[in-house]
């Protein structure tokens, strides 16, 4: 949400905005927090929960305006360059000048997409789905929820899908939706947000943008709500997917009211099946099959598992690559996406003409046009197209365009990856439909065939299920052809999950963010919280000398810190460094600074949690900023952290299994565990890093025992063996592996950043 | 899952099946348990998830095949019933004797029905979706999913069905497939959920079993996942969708295979749309609607959810008066049902009349059969009829039905509410409908706005959204109608919840079952968990004498106990009461009592997981059976319960805030939650029910003062001053409110049950 500073090793200058940072979306129960919502009565509150509604609207129209936006421009941008064409045709001039002038074009729309990756936002590269997914798992990249990583994002996907690169618009229109959805949460954090649970709010309108952006892409708002379901489902309750819902129904009726192709004209106003879906409707005729034509599918949709994954392992290959020689800005960059463009236009111009006819791109063949085409009409003609096309031009098109498809993603330009890689599907899909055409026993037409093998590389590459299928029933507008989709999605996953991950998780990898998923915890039984949590902790008093604190803030990155008592050393609590910094700015002028020699009775002012809002909570301001706001004397005094700590915090005592650690860690959106020991010291604390280094098996169980079990042994000496082997390796590991990279940051470029928990 | 005894206060004598208890899907991590992880290896684990897959094309399958069952069944006996007529009336008998007839064929099949509920299985009564709510949120009513309440039901709602009552069989089939998915969790507790988290295994068995039911019911598999999702949602991940999906999918492909009414003879082994859907496809000269009549179907739904609102008040005072004067079961209800069959048969058989007409069934006009057909045929010609029908007639059908549902629902018999809601809503909506057609501005026929009008009833009354809307999608094969329809469906919710809650909800409250829902927890900040837990907590030392053991388990009913270091007094975990009548059971065959004088170094055996799964685990013995086995030798030794006790087990200080626990409670699916003071003493324990009662404001914040804060002390006075007023009201309050009623088991009866925590 915010940018924060961070001291890094080499020195202590903070370096915003360069730090993957994770999310706590746990209620932070602090006094202060308290008294601020028992200040706020109910019908207050359930006056501001009314907004919510309202901005829930809002979010669904502003997805719904870009994603016309998008639609719109492009639109005209491809009639401007088809335009062109005819034009030099009807002047009569030949094809290597209309060649020359189709590439100037496609450059130049090509170096607006790049330009606005390489020098302005490297985050909107990409589809932004995987940040998308990252945020909502709880970890911040920055920038990736800023209105300049929209705009950059809806400009640019126009310009590289108009430029005639295999990229969708689907993607960024999602991401453009998350961003909408942050940007509400974040416009007026006042009357919605304000009292009760900022950062779960914010996701919740961030997680329903991105439901809109799907609905707005493809006029699909049940298939919005899934998408936002099956990508971010750590924290769904039925609550907010009735707000996802509301969201991307506005979205839909947004877009379909003002864009798409209409195919016949309809009085303004008609809505309904008169409107035709994106995909287009499939005529009456395909609209049966045979039982037996289930297998076909399901073999199709193993085919597709089987392309996706060598498409996904290729690409994870060519980003290393990219991110090893590259990075993720500047000219480097620049020029690859310059060089790609013009490689690919030049050979999708040309490969019509292997086909005989006419070099005039308007009397080019449906099978032709696929080369020339966006994304969403050669859609259209391979599902509903009635003539057989040429089957070796198809074939040569499905080749190239998955060729084409692999080296395109990554590539320093906006790029969605769901029309490619359906477009890709259905063209291997209609082969087989085409081939298949005429026999007794097959009833479906080449257009459900194109449709099938559209879903199964679809769900080959990215491994989506249900909110695919979802997607395409109602972007072709029939719910009949359910089953035959979801056999074939299914298929395509479980092959596809046998090799690699899907394409987006590669992506996150790659990017190497702490994500915490859902899978099996099995292993995570044998270990405890002492063997993989941080056992150096930096820990607070509970009342604490102003300069000390600062001294301490000034010495870690750490966000939260545990409040001990200075006694006896017990656990209180967890503080966070954003309440800190604004405490010890607004502190002075609420008396929340002491003597030490002050009669203990008189209690210190509080920095209310109004104030903190006012200030820009959860943003907070820098230690410079602190540190300069606060005078000698007042380092001198004492402060009371009782105000702002977390009294009811989560912790586990030291011998709690790892898988529930992290069941209790994902589940509740947290940020820090605190882990104690005997009579509530503390041992260690666990972020996401331990977690996810606990399940990737960089830790094996210590040399703790488990409790008097004579059938434990094997577990026991299986630990021992284990523990001195892998600690060396983990820690060299883990460095490498827990360094975070914003963007195709180079690696060289990540040395000098680190993962703050 | 289990049927328990539990002590009575009145006796000691257990009575099973009597009493409501909670689930506990957390995992309880004994070293007994991780012992027996670790020891079935990773491959094995690996080759027995294969199973589940099977497992759930297996549930799928058989929650089909009762879909099959009940809809073939329900067509033959309706054949026979109109047959019978037909007959008649060939053979010039008069109408009141074809009314006998048909009155007498009624109470036949009504007797079935109520005899079911009444004599065999009362929890066959109603729907089931209420009992199936409450079992995936973690209340287990005996005999829920159990073989016989599954035959019980599925017989039972063919002959309430074909007796003539507003019922639907689609909730029934829900219920059916949510035991075909219990009982196959159940049938083999070896090779599919042996090791791993057995409870949670078969809660989500069931949930795909009640998906693959609304899957059967509808052919709707999204549907069907959507549904178990919004009304199981408690623990979602998205691997739970898929296997969900799955299973849903194979049920739906065998029902849409095997049944259904077909338009139009297809080759066999047709899918796809040549085979119709549930409720018939709209022609496309329906298919679209204007801007303008957006607001239309928004007043609609506003309609609908005044409507249910109304109808559930009325159905909820009906309820409480059947409760007080009828029970649950035996002849009282029995005759109601017989009663109510009569009344209603006979007004049904003379109402066409009142139009005048043939008095031949088979000559009677669209209007008049909506009197005498069975739901979904009335629901086609409602949607699909293009002539219109008569207003009077179909004003007065829908208030007569609308009456009738509201009289039925609750009664002794099996009765689904989803036809008869939508059927009534259809009524109205088509009344709607045909009075603004002809005007310019409106564009959808008058079966669209019958749509709408089902759409807005149902939703009213059960207030269920997306679920909703995408069945109703799916069943009328339309993707495009997905706005207009959600938009009334959140409308009606909307407006429904202003004044009460849905109607299953309302049954769940009747029968007072702890649910623990989703709802705003805001006045829970203010709670901390000593406020509100059990203090009387039965502790256990962790070494102790047998006999003593059994004298704790016979003194009280609980089923977890905190175990304590008799020394310090600390808690060192939780141990279930199940584990216990194992453990003392088995104990001396592994030689697990031990003589107090034996040297300590010896360790004592340990029965092991695997013996306890062998012998029924999660189910376990009765106290008499253990009680029998034990010798007064073995009662004079000591048993070490470290090995069976969940030393990592979730826990809260007592300054916890109730919200915090009643999160943590909630997403991990707990039962018991111990309250911890300093030193790791226990000072209470946290249940479903006290929750419930910090939830429902029974409780307000004790004297406990919040921390030192200038600004809290209104909330300090409120709690002053609510504290001694409350504790009154409370003490008698909560004892009515937490007994439990096992089906609708009249108030009398339920003075000897409590609800076991």
């Known amino acids: 949400m915010s940018v924060r500073e961070v001291s890094l090793p080499t020195a202590a200058v903070p370096r915003p905005g360069k730090c993957l940072e994770s999310i706590d979306f746990d209620l932070h129960e602090t006094p202060q927090y308290m008294s601020y919502v028992s ?54 001039y030949g094809l290597w000048f209309r060649f020359t002038v189709w590439l100037l074009i496609s450059l130049l729309l090509a170096s607006v997409a790049g330009a606005l990756v390489c020098y302005v936002e490297p985050l909107c590269a990409g589809s932004g789905i995987p940040e998308i997914k990252c945020y909502l798992n709880g970890v911040d990249q920055p920038n990736v929820l800023r209105l300049r990583t929209l705009i950059a994002k809806a400009v640019g996907i126009v310009c590289s899908v108009a430029a005639g690169l295999p990229c969708g618009k689907e993607g960024p229109m999602i991401h453009s939706g998350a961003i909408v959805g942050a940007l509400a949460a974040n416009a007026n954090a006042g009357p919605l947000v304000g009292p009760y649970r900022p950062t779960c709010e914010a996701r919740d309108l961030t997680a329903a943008g991105a439901a809109a952006g799907v609905a707005a892409a493809f006029g699909a708002p049940i298939g919005g709500v899934l998408f ?59 609209q049966c099959y045979f039982l037996w034509e289930l297998p076909i599918f399901a073999a199709m949709g193993v085919t597709g598992g089987l392309l996706g994954a060598a498409a996904n392992s290729l690409n994870q290959r ?43 791109l308007h009397q080019f063949s449906p099978v032709q046009r696929l080369f020339v085409d966006t994304g969403g009409s050669s859609m259209g003609s391979l599902f509903h197209g009635t003539e057989d096309m040429h089957t070796g031009m198809l074939f040569f098109f499905a080749l190239v365009h998955f060729a084409q498809l692999i080296w395109t993603y990554g590539l320093g330009v906006p790029s969605g990856l769901f029309v490619p890689a359906l477009l890709g599907g259905a063209a291997f899909g209609r082969l087989v439909g085409q081939a298949l055409q005429g026999s007794a026993y097959v ?11 559209a879903t199964a590389m679809m769900s080959g590459m ?91 803030l000034e010495g870690c990155g750490h966000h939260g810190f545990p409040v001990l008592d200075p006694a006896s050393k017990r656990f209180l609590g967890l503080v966070e460094r954003s309440t800190l910094h604004h405490v010890l700015r607004l502190g002075r002028l609420v008396g929340a600074f002491t003597d030490a020699s ?34 000698a004397g007042e380092c001198a005094q004492m402060l009371d952290l009782r105000p702002y700590t977390n009294m009811g915090c989560f912790f586990v005592p030291a011998h709690t299994t790892a898988s529930r650690c992290y069941r209790l860690f994902r589940s509740m959106g947290l940020r820090h565990l605190p882990v104690l020991g005997e009579d509530y010291l503390v041992q260690g604390i666990i972020t996401r890093s331990n977690l996810l280094a606990a399940q990737e098996g960089h830790i094996k169980p210590g040399s703790r025992a488990p409790a008097d079990l004579s059938d434990g042994k094997d577990m026991k000496r299986e630990r021992q063996r284990a523990r001195t082997r892998e600690e060396k390796v983990f820690s060299s590991e883990l460095a490498c592996e827990m360094s975070p990279v914003i963007g195709l940051m180079s690696l060289e470029a990540q040395r000098d950043i680190r993962f703050e928990v």
Not at 249 to 262: D, E, I, K, M, N
Not at 323 to 345: D, N, Q
Not at 518 to 533: G, I, T, V, Y
């Open 318 to 360: 060519l980003t290393c690559w990219r991110m090893r020689r590259i990075g993720s800005r500047g000219t480097c960059r620049f020029v690859e996406a310059l060089g790609v463009t013009a490689a690919i236009v030049s050979f999708n111009f040309f490969a019509p003409f292997l086909l005989a006819g006419s070099t005039e």
């Open 443 to 453: 009833a479906a037409g080449p257009g459900i065939y194109a449709l099938v093998g």
């Open 462 to 552: 990215a491994r989506i299920t249900i909110s695919l299928s979802v997607i395409l029933m109602e972007t072709t507008g029939e719910a009949q052809w359910g089953l035959p989709i979801f056999l074939t999605t299914v298929a395509a996953k479980w092959i596809g999950d046998m090799f690699n991950k899907g394409i987006y998780d590669i992506h996150i990898d790659l990017k190497h963010v702490p994500l915490l998923e859902q899978r099996p915890e099995k292993q995570m039984l044998a270990l405890q919280a002492s063997d993989f949590m941080t056992s150096a902790v930096v820990t607070l008093d509970v009342v604490m000398k102003v300069e000390s604190l600062v001294e301490v």
């Open 228 to 286: 936002a379901v099956e990508e971010g489902a750590t924290h769904i309750n039925p609550a907010i997917v009735v707000r996802m819902f509301v969201c991307s129904s506005v979205a839909a009726l947004f877009v379909r009211f003002f864009a798409g192709p209409r195919e016949h004209e309809v009085p303004w106003g008609t809505l309904g099946i008169g409107v035709p879906v994106e995909f287009g409707r499939f005529s009456s005729s395909d």
């Open 598 to 631: 002050l009669p203990s009775k008189q209690s210190p002012g509080i920095v209310q949690y109004e104030e903190m809002l006012r200030h820009g909570h959860p943003g907070f301001p820098s230690l410079q900023e602190v540190r300069g706001m606060l005078t």
């Open 39 to 92: 200040a706020n009565n109910e019908a207050r509150l359930d006056w501001k929960g009314g907004f919510r509604w309202l901005y829930l609207c809002g979010v669904g129209l502003g997805a719904g305006v870009v994603a016309v936006f998008i639609q719109t421009s492009l639109k005209f941008v491809m009639e401007v360059k088809f335009g062109t064409q005819e034009w030099l045709s009807a002047l009569g």
